[in-house]
């Protein structure tokens, strides 16, 4: 029953869970990680290191529309250290402003995703987060457990895929994926601008990256598996072909093309 809930390391009365025999009644839920704790966690780690994803990648753009070109290994390595820099030190902030630590957190979490359907939000929010973070390093993180382990024959499954996709299917497969993340991302401007919303307010942007990343993010992905595609081996192809300057000059036009569409929106640049 203790499964639920860990002792933060804060509280004077903290306790160690290891005993299989603690009820979760003896607990008092205010020294206790929950569910609703960790999706508030993993929520605002995702909004702060996206946004700070989004400055990072606006200078890169920046460097190539200079002329400078930054080969593919380099530019994934730079993105990465600068990543983790920066999610070293947010991650401790978040990690204080909820009166919780590292290992409380880690644990809870890993016992959250061993259960996911008992605890279904915790699994969406960590692995948004997840996502995000395979998306700069090019890692495969969803889906692993303690110890850096994963599923095997998921990876095989990817490679075997992966193998069989052309860089002319690539690229067409990035066209649709952007095509149907920007629709749906204007989709949420216009609904949150018919609310009345003000684009530029802070609270405001927060919401917006929440559902581009809940909704506009799931639209992408159900457009790829259309074409017979996963995310994963879509990741895994742009991975394969990195070293091609017609990808890279490719997805760096969609991005582009998708962050003007929604500047001609009203959404500020990030």
Request: with cysteine; net charge negative; hydrophobic share 40%.
């Amino acid at each position: 029953a203790a499964g639920a809930y860990f002792a933060t390391s804060s509280s004077s009365k903290s306790r160690e869970l290891d005993g299989a025999d603690i009820d979760i009644d003896d607990l008092d839920t205010g020294d206790c990680i929950t569910e609703d704790d960790i999706c508030a966690i993993f929520d605002q780690l995702f909004v702060q290191m996206q946004s700070v994803l989004a400055q990072l990648s606006q200078q890169i753009q920046q460097i190539q529309m200079s002329g400078q070109s930054i080969p593919e290994p380099q530019l994934r390595q730079l993105l990465r250290q600068e990543f983790d820099r920066a999610l070293a030190s947010i991650q401790g902030k978040v990690f204080e402003e909820h009166d919780v630590d590292e290992d409380c957190v880690q644990e809870a979490t890993w016992e959250m995703l061993g259960e996911p359907d008992k605890y279904p939000k915790a699994k969406k929010a960590v692995e948004r987060f997840q996502k995000l973070y395979e998306n700069v390093t090019g890692e495969k993180i969803v889906g692993k457990r303690p110890g850096g382990g994963d599923d095997k024959e998921a990876v095989k499954a990817i490679e075997a895929a992966v193998a069989d996709i052309s860089q002319e299917k690539l690229l067409g497969a990035a066209e649709i994926y952007f095509d149907a993340l920007t629709e749906a991302m204007s989709s949420i401007v216009k609904k949150l601008k018919a609310e009345g919303k003000d684009m530029r307010n802070p609270s405001v942007a927060q919401q917006l990256q929440m559902e581009f990343a809940s909704h506009a993010n799931e639209a992408g992905e159900s457009a790829l598996e259309k074409e017979g595609i996963t995310l994963e081996t879509f990741r895994a192809a742009i991975e394969k072909y990195s070293s091609s300057p017609e990808v890279g000059r490719t997805l760096t036009m969609l991005q582009m093309k998708q962050q003007q569409e929604l500047m001609a929106l009203g959404v500020p640049a990030m």
